[in-house]
């Protein structure tokens, strides 16, 4: 099983900040993790695939990149309404796995 | 428009069973899995397992074997996740989502909020 461990689990950030948050895997995924915001009460929302590729609809204030088996969320312009929880994910072998969540307080 | 429809939350005692649905709408369902998450109050997102649309090959999650069922109905385009008997534990939202074969869940259902109570 792949362990996806997310840091920090808590980040407090002021508006147009550029922030980073990172995804260690357990063992090598390629490129196969993608990243998804939650906001309070919503389903989870797709903000970028394959680690690096961006998702039609999502501000381009958002990216990711790769390096080995660590994995970056960059959001370079930080908006209040990116105030949310953010969640990586594998898919590289079954079984899936999230990461725990970080959570972004603006 | 694609679409994944949850069934409606529920109440339900320790130890009764439960059995909630997620029906796809504007694709064609035999070509995509369909995931399920867990999601615990305050907590993140747990992988449950998956189902494949056309054939029904499914995997689950170390957590999750042998205390859940998920199943497909190909002819109504419609998956389930049921249990057969409950605890307190799952209590949670739980989310379907679909996947294309090698990539991520690229379109979630609204969630049902299932709470287990005495």
């Known amino acids: 099983e792949i362990v996806l461990t997310q840091s920090p689990d808590f980040q407090s950030v002021t508006p147009n900040e550029k922030v980073s948050i990172t995804c260690r895997a357990s063992q090598n995924i390629g490129s196969n993790l993608h990243w998804y915001q939650q906001k309070p009460e919503q389903s989870p929302k797709l903000l970028i695939k394959?680690?690096?590729h961006s998702v039609s609809g999502v501000p381009p204030r958002f990216s990711g990149s790769r390096s080995g088996t660590d994995f970056t969320l960059i959001i370079d312009g930080l908006e209040v309404e990116d105030a949310a929880v953010y969640y990586c994910?594998?898919?590289?072998?079954?079984?899936?796995?999230f990461g725990q969540g970080t959570k972004l307080e603006i | 428009e694609v679409q994944l429809v949850q069934s409606g939350g529920d109440i339900k005692k320790p130890g009764e069973s439960l059995k909630i649905s997620c029906k796809g709408f504007g694709y064609n369902f035999a070509t995509y899995w369909i995931g399920w998450v867990r999601q615990r109050p305050g907590k993140g997102l747990e992988w449950m397992g998956i189902?494949?649309?056309?054939?029904?090959?499914?995997r689950y999650g170390p957590s999750f074997e042998g205390h859940v069922t998920i199943s497909v109905d190909k002819s109504n385009n419609t998956a389930y996740l049921q249990w057969s008997s409950l605890e307190a534990s799952d209590t949670a939202i739980y989310y379907c989502?679909?996947?294309?074969?090698?990539?991520?869940?690229?379109?979630w259902g609204r969630g049902t909020r299932v709470t287990v109570s005495t």
């Open positions: 189902i494949y649309g056309g054939d029904s090959d499914t």
């Open positions: 994910h594998q898919t590289s072998n079954f079984p899936h796995s």
């Open positions: 989502s679909r996947r294309l074969t090698g990539n991520y869940f690229d379109f």
């Open positions: 394959f680690a690096s």
